[in-house]
Structures are given as structure tokens and as C-alpha cells.
């Protein structure tokens, strides 16, 4: 071959050498490109308006929402209202979301970023979620399915970013922004019950099965709550131990709900409910609460009623905080709030309204363990001196 041909040859070969890279490197840039700009569901934001049901699942739990005539509810729970406007923002979300970049398509890494199937992994204690991803799945009104994505971990760096993967795909993404999904129920709905301060509380009293009571009153809203039928020779633990009882309804909320007649009356021959302490509070301006309780696998369920009781008014004592009118209306907007539905309270306000007469009163300074004095001691103290004698024993 002459020379002339083979340099030729060398330079055709390294034109297509350097055309293919520069064709691959754009390939890359191109792809690079697409991906950053991307949104993770490019359909959803035209279906915003078909979203009508939005189904949560978080390890072993599941609930699902769905658009009713009065707004969104929580389908699971007999239609309690759910909070419209975090669905309309995850829902918004989602159909802004863009992807970043690719992460991993190994179902073993998924759980570094959190986007393992829920339930799927073994929890690390009793206590924790069994993982710690969320599947959120968008469907129409006949329940089709219109986007579903796993949710993971959020990223923090100068601007929050989310780990996801599309449900049914094993390539999981990183995406911009953050997708705020509640870590629990009481998340997506109003938890917080009608509030009954303290500082208006005229009276308590809370009944138990066995017929006992806890009753504590004032006459004076400045004044402590004083405790009734304290045993002969007992005294208060403290002299303020009543106000826990008068602040009962301070700061209600609850931890789940279902509608009160799957609740109330508890059901015959079923040994994991049982019946709970009953409450009377009454304000000094004519506010009635009525709260019937039940325990129901160790937790304390409630059905809570107001009404209205004319109070009269006490020469010398300031005006009630509400006018009689203004107590009639609170009555209404009460009992649309809580008569269809039982609650499940949280602990704290559960141990409140189990607080017993006797739980209110000094401790018995407990009597001194049998004595260990053997003569001993001394052996004990320096191990060098010779054992004692024990009295009374064998010498």
C-alpha cells in the first residue's frame, strides 16, 4: 500500500473517530438535558380535575380519600372531613414535579432512599413504621388509576429535593422541590377538638363503672378547684390537684375517628371494649359537655355532646365570658363538629379522664423493707474483720 493511501486511511478513520464522539457526547448532553426538564408525570397536570380519589398508604396503614358533595373526606373513616386543601397541594404537586436525575433501579438500595415498596421491610423496633415510604395513588371517579408514585426521603441542600419512583418501575428518580405528605392520619384531617378552657370551667365530674366519682367545683373563676369527698384523714397531694380534672377539655384533640355508631353503644361479648369513665363539665356561663367513654384495646374512645344550661347570675361576680346567645351558638357548631363521631383520644388526655380521687391524695410514705440488720454490717463495710455472730441464730 503506498504511503500516500495509508495516511489517507489514518485520517478518514480518526474524522469518523472524532464525528462519533462529538455525536455521542451531544447524545449525553441531550439526554442529561431531558432529564432535568422532565416532569415525573407530564399528563397530570391536564387530569387535575379528574382526581377525584386519593389512596395513602404509609407501612401497615391505608386510607383513602375521595371527593364527596361537601368536599374531601376520608372514605375509610364513614366520611369525615379530610383537609382540602393538603390534597389539592400534593395533588398540585405531583403534577409539578420535574426529575433531576436518576438513582437506583436495585430493589436492595431502595430503602437508602426510602422508596421501597411500603410494607416492605422489616421495621427496627416495635414501634416504627414497617418502611418508611408512602404510595400515593391519584384516581378518577371510577376509580382508575391516573399517576402513582412511591414517596421517599427529602433531600436538604440549598433547595429541598424528594426521592421517588413511579409505582410498578424500578428506576427511582431524584426530583426537584419537596412533596409534604403528613406522617400520620391526624395529618390530613382537623385533629383538634372543641377547646373548653380551664378558665371558664365551673365544675367537673367524672363517673366510673363501678359507681365511684371524681367531683371537683368552684365558685370562682380565679379560684382553685376544690376536691369533694376526700376520705377522713387524707389530704390533697398538692392544693391545685382538682384544676387537672377542671382542665379535662383544655387543648382536645384526637388520634382517630369513626363514626359513633360503630363505637357507641360497645358491643355485648366483645372483651377487648369495655366501658369507660362518663364526664359532666359545666362552664360558668351555661356550657354543657357530656363525654361518654369506652376502652377499646386499651385505648380510650369518646363521644362528646354540649348543650345549654341557663346559670344565674351570682351578685358581686363578674359577668360570664359568653352572652347566653353566644354559648347557644358554640352548642351548634359543637355538635356539628363532634355528635356523629366517637374519637380516639390521646394518652394524656386519657389518663385525665381516669384520674380517680385517691390519685389526687398524698402518697403513704411506703413502710420500710423487713430489716437486713444481721450484726453483719461491719463485714460488708471492711471485708477484712471477722464475720459477727447472728443473734438469735446458730452459733
Known sequence: MKTSTLIVLVAATIVVGVGAAVVSTKGRAKEKSEVATDKVFPDLAGKINAVEQLAVRKGDKEFTFKKGEAGWEVADKGGYPAKAEKIVEIVRTLSQIRVL????SKPENYAKIGVEDPGSSKPSSPDAPASSST??????????????VIVGSTRWDSKPSTYLRRSGEAQSWLADGRIDVPESFTGWVDAQLPNVPRARMKSAELTFPDGSKTRVSR???????????????????????GDTVGAALDYMAFEDVAPAGQVFPPPAGDDTVKPGPKGEFLTFDGLRVHVETVDKGGKLWAHILASFEETPTVEGQPAPEKKPEEV?????????KTAKWAFQLPDYKATTLRTTVASLL???VPAP??????GNEAQFLNPESPPQPVPNGPQ
Request: charged content about 35%; cysteine-free; aromatic content about 6%.
Open 101 to 104: 436525575e436518576p438513582k437506583t
Open 135 to 148: 404510595l400515593l395513588t391519584l384516581k378518577d371517579g371510577k376509580g382508575d388509576t391516573i399517576a402513582a
Open 219 to 241: 365558685e370562682d373563676k380565679d379560684a382553685k378547684f376544690t376536691v369533694h369527698d376526700i376520705p377522713p384523714g387524707e389530704e390533697l397531694m398538692y392544693d391545685t390537684a
Open 328 to 336: 347557644q351558638k358554640e352548642v351548634i357548631d359543637f355538635n356539628e
Open 362 to 364: 398524698k402518697s403513704k
Open 369 to 374: 423493707p423487713p430489716s437486713l440488720n444481721t
